[in-house]
């Protein structure tokens, strides 16, 4: 998965198709939104945003998208998080998430929803090389705020950052494009859950079915010992 993902943005990015780049991000998060609501909230409220677990997932994506093009701590630790979901073994068998993919999806996104371009390599990781930490919520909000500062103090240098200019038409489609990704993301685990419940039933049915064909075998063998020692 972590392979087609990196493959297709990349494929993204080399072509400047920024909606589609913009698309496969959108849905990663829709899939994190599922996969632990927890880890979203955390990422709403690390990032200065108002946010609980009693909100629903279209409110908590309505929080998401709202404040994204504004909130660059949110937006450096969205990609962390991404990333994080597709991170990959490197040879020591350890988990390592790719900063240049962070770079990527941090790039792409700002791109899509403040309407401006990043120009150069003006974001770096707090460490200044390859990623490797694990994610914990309290872990997102400090690689947040330090890659955050790290890249509004670049960009300060450079004429300072640079406000929202995306339009709202980009920010109606990145909505649709997590609530489409969270409504595919609940219907393949209820499936899986339906598939994985079958199995258990099928498994409990063939025990049942072998259970009662040893006893009846038993009984049958129980009566021709009787009836022969009637013989």
Partial sequence: MAKEFYNDLINYVASSDTDNANTLLMKELGKSLVKSKENFVELLTSSGVAANDSMSDVELIDAFVDNLANNKTLMISAAYMINKQNSFSNANGEEQISDNGVKLSYKVMYDFFTGSSVEGDDYTNAEGEEEKSNFLPIGLLLKGAKMAKNLIDNKKGGGGTKSSGGSSGNANKARDDMKRAVAEQKKAEALLKQK??????????????????????????????????KW
Avoid at 220 to 229: A, D, H, N, S, W
């Fill in 196 to 229: 994985e419940l079958e199995a258990k039933q099928k498994t409990k049915k063939i025990l049942l079915i072998t259970g009662g064909s040893l006893l009846g075998l038993g009984l049958l063998g129980f009566i021709i010992y009787k009836i022969k020692k």
